[in-house]
């Protein structure tokens, strides 16, 4: 399945880990090559439910900050199946969880300017 990223627009919401949720993702097993504290949400524009940024990867477990306006936490989801196996997130045909809400995002992600 290919992806024409040209047509996806992501969300515009972000979000700014709280200590906990730092000291959190530092305590995995695998440290994060370069963690951000502010993500922003790789869902498409107008997606339904909860927002959501990838916040650390361990072997193939990744673990997502997913946010609302009164609420945020950090949780463990598998890549989603969309296309075929990838030995990295960037070749994979979708670069979301499994189960995410909306179309499916390429490995890279474009974000159309207004």
């Known amino acids: 399945m290919s992806i024409e990223s040209a047509e996806l627009v ?7 880990l709280d200590t906990a949720q730092q000291a959190f993702l530092d305590k995995l097993p695998v440290a994060a090559p370069s963690l951000r ?3 922003g949400c790789e ?7 909860s927002h959501a940024a ?6 193939d477990t990744m673990w997502w900050a ?11 989801y598998t890549w ?3 296309g075929p196996p990838a030995p990295s997130r960037d070749d994979k045909d979708c670069s ?19």
């Open 66 to 76: 997913q946010w609302t306006l009164s609420a945020s936490e950090i949780n463990p």
């Open 80 to 82: 989603c199946p969309a």
């Open 37 to 39: 504290s502010e993500l």
């Open 96 to 114: 979301l969880f499994d189960g995410h809400p909306g179309r499916h995002s390429p490995g890279t992600h474009h974000r159309q300017e207004s």
């Open 54 to 59: 990838l916040a650390q990867q361990v072997d």
């Open 10 to 16: 992501n969300c515009p919401a972000r979000i700014t």
């Open 43 to 49: 869902l498409e524009e107008g997606h339904e439910g």
